[in-house]
């Protein structure tokens, strides 16, 4: 897998007046994320990474202190403070939205370095991409506001499917905009769609039976750091329900899932890495412009294709970056 490239305009450093543990020779890093640590599992190395490109290494020259909300986003605001008043350096925040809001408003004043999957300068995170002022600034994945393309292929893969079944959280804070957008692309295509409103391990398992008894025969599951969090289970659930799918990330591909189309998730976790040590070494977010992807990923699961009986298209897979045979 070849590392997907961002947009970097890095813009001139200026001194960032860093926490009270400055004092200290090893600095500490808040890392909160709405997601847990086993579905994060293969993305920590690449912030490592890009921790060492600057320098840094967890337990020799810094200490990272990590919380997981595992998909509870009520649970972020209480994280973020209390690694607010431990006085971190820097606070990362993966897992989306929820984890960049909940820092942004625990702190204005310790730097942030956030992942978000929208539009960052809506959501009042920064006041622009090239110049994000305040205190915070990161890498946005843009994987919220690509619903519509993954309709879009999720029809070519499936051209007969009468009714598409999607999977939308309505706690996440980006839904209205995803729901907006999938009915929009709907009723452009002629598509018919069920919309299941999940946000809890019983309303998942319910929203597939639902699918079944409705004739559902494909599957749409909206960008969201908690269904991240229930991967394997989503993807177990739409393989036992014999639901072709596609979701955000490789990720879910790799478990068994036939179609994902986004970003590298992991090359945006090495850039949390590179901003980070940017401002431990004196430069301030306000200055760091939010980086962008540049190259958006198809990964094909050709034997989840076989299993489900399902031809891929030699358009579909001319346009897959990846295939998994």
Known sequence: MKRRKFITLLGGAAVWPLAARAQQAMPVIGFLSSRSPEDSSHVLPAFAEGLAEG????????AIEFRWARGRYDLLP?????LVSRGVAVLVTAGGEPSALAAKQATSSIPIVFGAGGDPVRLGLVESFSRPGGNATGVTL?????????LGLLRE?????????????????????????????ARGIGQRISIAKVSTD???EA?????????????????????DTRREQIVG????HRLPAIYQFREYALAGGLLSYGVSITDAYRQYGVYTTRILKGAKPADLPVLQ??????????????ALGIKISDNLLSLADEVIE
């Open 142 to 150: 843009l994987t919220n506001l690509m619903e519509p393309k993954r």
């Open 157 to 185: 893969l499936v051209p007969g499917v009468a009714l598409i079944g999607v999977l939308i959280n309505p706690n996440f804070v980006q839904a209205p905009v995803q729901l907006r957008q999938v009915e929009e692309a």
């Open 207 to 227: 929203a597939f039976a639902a699918f079944t008894g409705e004739g559902v025969g494909a599957l749409l599951v909206t960008a969201d750091p908690y269904f």
């Open 55 to 62: 320098g840094y290494v967890d337990g020799q020259n810094l």
């Open 202 to 204: 019983s309303e998942l």
């Open 293 to 306: 992807p540049t190259k958006f990923e198809t990964v094909i699961n050709l034997r989840t294709a076989r």
């Open 237 to 240: 659930l739409a393989a036992r």
């Open 78 to 82: 209480g994280m973020a403070a209390e």
